[in-house]
């Protein structure tokens, strides 16, 4: 049974920092492409960062510079790090494990950047 948990969502306000992680289960970790992505009321959910299993990174435009994704294969982990936060950074932010025609999600960590 796949799982992918994530952690570290919140309220922030703006300027602050807030770190994601997802711990997955339930599948070889290394070779899955890992992802954060995110969904705002009112609109479609959108990529903001990957990471293969040889760690080479994918940014979205608007996280670029401010975000930094990472990964812990001996713990199956992966990590967002996200600093300078706006208020238009508020989402669920999801989690994304993928490999070829497979692909799972977790149930999303709320955050919200308000003063």
């Known amino acids: 049974q796949v799982q992918l948990v994530e952690s570290g969502g919140g309220l922030v306000q703006p300027g602050g920092s807030l770190r994601l992680s997802c711990k997955a289960s339930g599948i070889v970790f290394s070779v899955f492409t890992m992802g954060w992505y995110r969904q705002a009321p009112g609109k479609q959910r959108e990529l903001v960062a990957n990471?293969?299993?040889?760690?080479?990174?994918n940014y979205a435009d608007s996280p670029l510079g401010r975000f930094t994704i990472s990964r812990d294969n001996s713990r199956s982990t992966v990590y967002l790090q996200m600093d300078s936060l706006r208020p238009a950074d508020s989402a669920v932010y999801y989690c994304n494990a993928a490999v070829g025609q497979l692909s799972y999600w977790g149930q999303g960590t709320q955050v919200t950047v308000s003063a």
């Open positions: 990471i293969r299993g040889g760690a080479r990174t």
